[in-house]
């Protein structure tokens, strides 16, 4: 996958961004080295055998993949750290048949039996520590001898002796280097070559432009992918990561579309007969998530977590960014197919590169949007506050319940509220301060349309705190969370809702109302930008006071608008993104009303704003 010229200049940007070190990637990888080797007898074998069943699944074919999110190990994070003494030889030289073995030992022994089951050999095994790729006469990676002097399929048995799983990966398309003439024939496939399985002008694709695009109206290229899964099937993996896809991984347009790859994967892993976790990356185009479910079982919805620094990662680079981007991915999610939030590195500190506050926020949000819980760390060197994280029942028992995946209940700031209905009736709520100083953080039970008394619960110090009447507010620490589950004890929240299409409002500006489907009477305002706005009028109460304001809205990317009532000074509020122009959710906001009648007002400013649907008022 990735090149000499890749390493070199990885090195060199060593400290930017992720984003920045992606992106400039892109060209080093064109200039990749491969070296086609035969395969073993005891390969080719293999090859024409049936799916081995040492160590399969305990689940048939059909059922249960990704019912739940996944839990486990990867070698990516510590394989592309700095940390010293990770990559003695090279970078993402820590890939190694010893370590995968030491990990999966150290998981078996340590974080089983709180679910944590994938071991998962990331990208490098088919690469010598140059980084030069292998392949089979068949055009299909081979693992590197130095790295994997067993094979594969021998790690994967030690994996499975240990009750575990064992997940293997690979980039999309035909890498360049397992092209050969075009002449490589295709195993099982007679008469197809690697010339016939790709089109013809040998257009590229992947994130990293290190792959020919497969050309699947030609049959050659659904065989193609057919010899790589039964494969794996055949050496016994149980999971397969399938990395740079587009439209996504910073790449779009035709070349990148690898949506029909997805769909032949998803055939070849099923004609194996063998139950293969199929798991995507990186930055996934939300545009395309039905595709991502119908074919996959999990998708990255951002870009790598990890810092390529000398820890694993760092808060800015790129743990907080997740905050913002997966609200947008919340209602894709479901079993059989997850919200991938990438690795969950806080098992040390010191190597993680995290205080120990960022650390419990970057697993709770992992928890409640239930993301794959799947650390980077060294599972041998885990401190006892990173065990606790990770081995934390109730946290883990939030990503694995069976309740919707959680929302901001607020606006994108500083201080934020999470949470999400459980099936019970009560709530999973996480209070976050990402601000760089403490400050005190308040859920209010209105945002949640209850009131009154309710019991707390506090996950992660396993205690319950008590009744809070109408809300609970903690002060937190920088980059702090809380995380609680929330039982009613009072009554709903009696409100009065307001549609934001009633000709009772005034529209001003660019500001229109059109047809919303899904919106509450059918209708919505939009077209708020260029200092538009849309003031609900006649907004009545029967007495003064801070009123939590329940707005609907319609986003297909994170917007802002400033809001207020009557005269006063407005509010700045980002809107998380809805994940499409169709979808409608709630934020809530605090106005002063005063007793009778009020307006509540929506001003684009110079900013584009989301469209409005309707606002729901508490009447007390």
């Not at 395969?39 to 305990?58: D, I």
């Not at 994938?118 to 001898?145: E, L």
């Not at 509020?573 to 605090?590: A, L, M, Y």
Request: hydrophobic content about 35%.
């Amino acid at each position: 996958m990735r090149s000499s010229p890749y390493r070199t200049l990885r090195g060199a940007l060593v400290g930017f961004p992720r984003r920045t070190i992606r992106a400039a990637l892109v060209l080093a990888v064109t200039a990749g080295l491969a070296t086609a080797v035969p395969a073993t007898a005891g390969q080719a074998a293999a090859g024409q055998a049936a799916a081995v069943t040492s160590g399969a699944a305990t689940a048939d074919a059909g059922s249960g993949i990704a019912a739940k999110p996944y839990m486990g190990w990867s070698s990516w994070s510590m394989q592309s750290s700095q940390y010293p003494g990770l990559n003695p030889d090279g970078n993402y030289s820590y890939l190694t048949e010893a370590n995968v073995l030491k990990q999966a030992d150290a998981l078996a022994t340590t974080l089983k039996k709180y679910g944590y089951e994938y071991v998962n050999i990331d990208a490098g095994w088919w690469m010598d520590k140059n980084w030069t790729s292998q392949f089979d006469q068949y055009g299909r990676q081979t693992p590197d001898p130095v790295r994997f002097p067993h094979g594969m399929k021998s790690v994967a048995d030690h994996i499975h002796s240990k009750g575990l799983k064992a997940g293997i990966y690979l980039p999309v398309g035909l890498e360049k280097g397992a092209y050969g003439d075009g002449k490589v024939p295709i195993w099982n496939a007679p008469g197809c070559t690697t010339a016939d399985a790709v089109y013809q002008d040998l257009r590229t694709t992947n994130g990293w432009d290190s792959s020919y695009k497969l050309d699947f109206d030609n049959p050659c290229a659904q065989k193609y992918i057919d010899s790589q899964a039964q494969m794996f099937a055949d050496w016994g993996y149980d999971f397969l990561k399938v990395d740079g896809v587009g439209p996504g991984s910073f790449k779009s347009g035709d070349n990148y579309d690898n949506v029909p790859d997805i769909a032949a994967w998803h055939k070849a892993i099923a004609d194996t007969g063998r139950p293969i976790h199929l798991e995507l990356s990186w930055s996934l185009d939300i545009g395309h998530a039905a595709d991502w479910k119908k074919y996959s079982n999990g998708w990255r919805i951002d870009t790598d977590v990890e810092c390529y620094c000398n820890t694993l990662v760092t808060w800015e680079n790129s743990v907080n960014d997740r905050w913002n981007d997966a609200p947008a991915w919340s209602r894709k999610a479901g079993p059989g197919g997850w919200n991938d939030l990438d690795a969950i590195d806080v098992g040390n500190g010191e190597m993680d590169g995290l205080t120990k506050a960022e650390r419990q926020s970057y697993m709770t949000l992992w928890a409640i949007n239930k993301s794959p819980l799947f650390t980077g760390d060294d599972i041998t060197k885990l401190d006892s506050y990173g065990l606790s994280l990770l081995t934390n029942e109730e946290v883990i028992g939030v990503d694995q319940s069976d309740s919707p995946v959680a929302r901001p209940v607020t606006s994108l700031g500083d201080q934020q509220v999470w949470g999400t209905r459980n099936s019970d009736g009560s709530y999973t709520v996480a209070l976050f301060n990402l601000g760089n100083s403490s400050d005190s953080v308040t859920a209010n039970w209105a945002s949640f349309g209850f009131t009154g008394a309710a019991s707390v619960r506090d996950l992660w110090t396993h205690r319950g705190l008590g009744t809070y009447k109408n809300k609970i507010t903690a002060t937190l620490p920088a980059h702090g969370s809380r995380l609680f589950t929330i039982k009613p004890g009072g009554p709903p929240l009696a409100t009065t809702g307001y549609e934001a299409e009633s000709a009772n409002n005034t529209l001003t500006g660019n500001a229109s109302v059109s047809a919303c489907d899904s919106c509450f009477g059918g209708k919505k305002v939009g077209n708020l930008y260029l200092d538009s706005k849309v003031q609900f009028n006649d907004i009545k109460v029967k007495k003064d006071g801070i009123y939590t304001i329940k707005v609907a809205y319609v986003s297909g990317d994170s917007r802002s608008g400033t809001v207020y009532s009557n005269s006063g000074n407005g509010t700045k509020v980002k809107f998380p993104s809805t994940g499409d122009w169709d979808t409608v959710e709630t934020i809530s906001v605090q106005l002063a009303l005063k007793a009778g009648s009020n307006t509540i007002t929506f001003d684009s400013g110079w900013d584009y704003s989301p469209d409005i649907d309707r606002i729901d008022v508490p009447k007390s």
